[in-house]
């Protein structure tokens, strides 16, 4: 197909499509004519790609141009890409507030006791250190007494994920399966645990709202 046929076919402009080429996210299409190239469902689904971990994973183009050059080492350890490409998608905080100390402390003591074999460089621990400050810093620092139900829910999901990926991963590669399964199932995960909050309000909430409400118009009838 032309690369006006690639646009229609994906719904991304051409220009944007020529920018992700020059940008190495994209490869160039095979040269049929000096000004001519031609694109296959391979630019297709790389595409498709681009635009959800842009779109709906919300990385940058940055973001996204590491985490394809580790969806494209099959040669590497899946171990070592995952840590790669977790790097390249977990944001880093730009300032650190007070209390970090301890955060990190509180952080480390999780890790061991949870026995989980990461290393403290990893970008996520600094991040759960700079989260677990902030709330202490509002008066929140209670909301580390669910850190464990916290950590064992995560474990579910993480080997959920892993599942996930060997399931078929011949079609498009354990890599890119996992890399792409922990961008877009954290936009999943994030979605899921807001309706998930939605239902609990409800029942927590909502009903025992509704039961006083009801008590309140039987005892005013009553008192009529």
Same mark, same amino acid.
């Given at each position: 197909?032309?690369?006006?046929?690639?646009?229609?076919?994906?719904?991304?402009?051409?220009?944007?499509?020529?920018?992700?080429?020059?940008?190495?996210?994209?490869?160039?299409?095979?040269?049929?004519?000096?000004?001519?190239?031609?694109?296959?469902?391979?630019?297709?689904?790389?595409?498709?790609?681009?635009?959800?971990?842009?779109?709906?994973?919300?990385?940058?183009?940055?973001?996204?141009?590491?985490?394809?050059?580790?969806?494209?080492?099959?040669?590497?350890? @899946?171990?070592? %890409? +995952? #840590?790669? =490409?977790?790097?390249?998608?977990?944001? &880093?905080? $730009?300032?650190?507030?007070?209390?970090?100390?301890?955060?990190?402390?509180?952080?480390?003591?999780?890790?061991?006791?949870?026995?989980?074999?990461?290393?403290?460089?990893?970008?996520?621990?600094?991040?759960?250190?700079?989260?677990?400050?902030?709330?202490?810093?509002?008066?929140?620092?209670?909301?580390?007494?669910?850190?464990?139900?916290?950590?064992?829910?995560?474990?579910?999901?993480?080997?959920?994920?892993?599942?996930?990926?060997?399931?078929?991963?011949?079609?498009?590669?354990?890599?890119?399966?996992?890399? @792409?399964?922990? %961008? +877009? #199932?954290? =936009?999943?995960?994030?979605?899921?645990? &807001?309706? $998930?909050?939605?239902?609990?309000?409800?029942?927590?909430?909502?009903?025992?709202?509704?039961?006083?409400?009801?008590?309140?118009?039987?005892?005013?009838?009553?008192?009529?």
């Amino acid at each position: 197909m032309r690369i006006g046929e690639l646009s229609r076919e994906t719904g991304v402009a051409i220009p944007t499509i020529k920018y992700y080429v020059r940008e190495g996210l994209l490869p160039a299409g095979r040269l049929t004519s000096p000004n001519q190239a031609s694109y296959d469902d391979g630019h297709v689904r790389r595409l498709r790609l681009i635009r959800g971990l842009i779109d709906v994973g919300g990385l940058s183009v940055s973001s996204v141009r590491d985490v394809l050059a580790a969806v494209d080492s099959p040669e590497e350890a @899946v171990h070592d %890409v +995952l #840590g790669v =490409a977790q790097g390249a998608i977990t944001p &880093r905080t $730009a300032a650190a507030p007070e209390g970090m100390e301890r955060a990190r402390q509180t952080v480390a003591e999780l890790v061991r006791r949870r026995g989980w074999r990461v290393e403290p460089d990893h970008p996520s621990y600094e991040k759960l250190a700079v989260a677990l400050a902030t709330l202490r810093g509002i008066a929140h620092g209670e909301f580390e007494e669910v850190m464990d139900d916290y950590a064992e829910a995560c474990e579910r999901v993480a080997a959920a994920d892993l599942a996930w990926a060997e399931r078929n991963a011949e079609v498009d590669g354990l890599v890119e399966r996992v890399v @792409v399964g922990t %961008v +877009l #199932g954290d =936009a999943v995960l994030s979605a899921m645990r &807001r309706l $998930a909050h939605v239902e609990a309000s409800a029942r927590t909430f909502g009903e025992a709202g509704e039961r006083g409400a009801s008590e309140a118009e039987v005892k005013g009838a009553g008192g009529r």
